[in-house]
C-alpha cells in the first residue's frame, strides 16, 4: 500500500537522522537538505537509496539534484511509488 | 594432427611481496587551496584526505614502478631474473608504445620476461593480479611482477573544485608466485560500458590534431553518480567475492577498498556490515586517490605499520573509470 505523505515525512526524517545525524523534527516540508539540514551531496546521496529501499521507489541520479527540499522529496516519492 | 604437450603451472597462486613508492613532496590541502575557491574543512568532510604526494620530473612513471617493485621482489625473497612476467596498470603514462612495462623489466634486471601494460582505472591492480594468477597456475610464468603506478596529477584539473585535491601520485608492486594453496580467491570482475561517461577524460589526446586544445586534458567525474555506483554497487561485488571464496565477512581479518575517497570507504564499510575486528585501509588521508597504484601502496603501508600481517586474509576491491571493477579475497604476503 502506498504511504501517505506524513508517513513519508516521517521516514525521511529517520533516515536523515540516522545518515546525518539530524533531530527527526527539524526534518520538515520546507527545509533544504543541504542548506537547512546540512546534508551534502553525498550523504544526500545515501538518504535516497534509503529512501529507495523504504519507500519502494527508484530515483535515478538526474533526478536527484531536483530535490532541494524535504517537500521536493516527499512529492517526488508519493508521485512515483509503487 | 599433431599432439600438443599441456602447460605444467603451479597448484595455486599467491601473493609473495609487496612494495611501494611514494613521491618525496607532500602536498597539503593548503596548496591545494591556491587555486580552488574551498576550504581544508569542506576538503577532509568531502573526501577525508589531508595530504597527497605529487611526482617531481624525476619521479618518473618508470622510476616510481622500479622502486616500488625492487621493494616487492626482495619481500618476495627472490632475485629479479626469476620474474617472467611483468605487468603494469597505469592511465598516466604519456608515451603510449611502447608499453612501459618492457623499461621497466630490463631496468629491474629481469631479463626478457613477458611485459606489458594494462588500462583499468581504477581496477587495474585486482585485473593485473588476475592475470598474474592465470599465468602462475596456467604455467607461461613462474613470478609474475604486478605494478599500479600513476601520475594522477598530470591529469588534474587545479581549477576544478569537485576533483582537485583528489588525485596522488605514486607506485605499488607484488609479486606473484607459486604456491600449494590456494591464497588468492576466484575475482568477480567486469564492466558496466554503458557508464563509461561517469569517470572520464576530459578530451581525447587526437583533440589536439584538430587544433588548439583550450585545457590540457584532465580526470572528470559525477560525483554523486560515481558515489552511489561505488558505494551501492562495489557492496554487492564485495560480498560476491566473499561468497565466491567460500568465506564470510566474520573470516575476515583486513579490507583494503580501492582508496578514492574516505566517504565511499566508510559508507561501504556500513553497508557491507564488516564485523568490528576488520581493519580497514585508510590510506587515502596521506596519500589521495592513486588509481591502480591504491591497493598495493595501501597493502604496503598496513603491512609496514603492524595493522595488518602476514597472513591475514584481506577482500581487496577496485573499481573506477570503465566503470570497471575487480574483487577479490587474498593472502596478505
Redesign the interface.
Known amino acids: 500500500m502506498a504511504a501517505t505523505q506524513e508517513e513519508i515525512v516521517n521516514g525521511l526524517a529517520e533516515i536523515v537522522n540516522e545518515i546525518a545525524g539530524i533531530p527527526v523534527e527539524d526534518v520538515q516540508l520546507d527545509k533544504s537538505f543541504t542548506d537547512d539540514l546540512d546534508v551534502?551531496?553525498?550523504s544526500?546521496?545515501?538518504v535516497?537509496?534509503a529512501a529507495e529501499e523504504r519507500f519502494d521507489v527508484k530515483i535515478p541520479?538526474d533526478d536527484?539534484?531536483n530535490l532541494k527540499t524535504v517537500g521536493d522529496a516527499a512529492d517526488y516519492i508519493a508521485k512515483h511509488q509503487v | 594432427m599433431a599432439k600438443i604437450r599441456p602447460s605444467q603451472g603451479a597448484p595455486y597462486a599467491r601473493i609473495m611481496g609487496v612494495g611501494g613508492y611514494r613521491p618525496t613532496r607532500v602536498v597539503p590541502n593548503e596548496v591545494i587551496l591556491e587555486t580552488i575557491d574551498s576550504s581544508d574543512e569542506w576538503i577532509r568532510?568531502?573526501s577525508g584526505i589531508a595530504t597527497r604526494h605529487w611526482a617531481s620530473d624525476e619521479e618518473t612513471v618508470a622510476m616510481m614502478s622500479i622502486e616500488a617493485s625492487g621493494k616487492a621482489i626482495a619481500d618476495a625473497g627472490i632475485t629479479p631474473e626469476q620474474i617472467g612476467g611483468v605487468i603494469v596498470s597505469t592511465v598516466s603514462h604519456f608515451k603510449q608504445t611502447p608499453a612501459v612495462a618492457t623499461e621497466i623489466a630490463d631496468r629491474i634486471g629481469a631479463g626478457k620476461p613477458a611485459a606489458f601494460d594494462i588500462s583499468a582505472g581504477c581496477a587495474g591492480f585486482g585485473y593485473g593480479l588476475t592475470l598474474a594468477k592465470g599465468m602462475v597456475v596456467e604455467g607461461s610464468a613462474e613470478y609474475v611482477l604486478v605494478i599500479g603506478v600513476e601520475r594522477l596529477s598530470d591529469l588534474t584539473d587545479l581549477e576544478d573544485r569537485a576533483t582537485a585535491f583528489l588525485f596522488g601520485d605514486g607506485a605499488g608492486a607484488v609479486v606473484v608466485g607459486p604456491s600449494q594453496d590456494p591464497q588468492i580467491g576466484p575475482t568477480v570482475w567486469g564492466s558496466e560500458g554503458d557508464k563509461s561517461n561517469t569517470i572520464t577524460q576530459t578530451v581525447p589526446w587526437d583533440d589536439y590534431r584538430k587544433g588548439p586544445v583550450e585545457r590540457f586534458p584532465a580526470l572528470t567525474q559525477?560525483?554523486?553518480?560515481v558515489?552511489?555506483w561505488a558505494?551501492?554497487e562495489m557492496a554487492k561485488i564485495a560480498q560476491q567475492a566473499l561468497d565466491a571464496a567460500g568465506i564470510t565477512s566474520a573470516d575476515l581479518d583486513v579490507f583494503i577498498p580501492h582508496q578514492a575517497n574516505m566517504?565511499i570507504i566508510d559508507?561501504m564499510v556500513k553497508t557491507l556490515k564488516l564485523p568490528e575486528h576488520v581493519t580497514v585501509a585508510r590510506d587515502v588521508e596521506t596519500t589521495g586517490n592513486t588509481s591502480a597504484a591504491s591497493i598495493p601502496l595501501a597493502m604496503e603501508r598496513l603491512l609496514a605499520t603492524g595493522q595488518a600481517k602476514s597472513g591475514d586474509t584481506a577482500l581487496v576491491i577496485g573499481f573506477g573509470a570503465g566503470l570497471v571493477y575487480a574483487a577479490t579475497v587474498v593472502t596478505l604476503p
Open positions: 551534502d551531496s553525498l544526500m546521496v545515501e535516497v537509496v541520479d536527484v539534484k | 568532510s568531502r559525477e560525483g554523486q553518480a558515489f552511489r558505494v551501492f566517504r559508507s
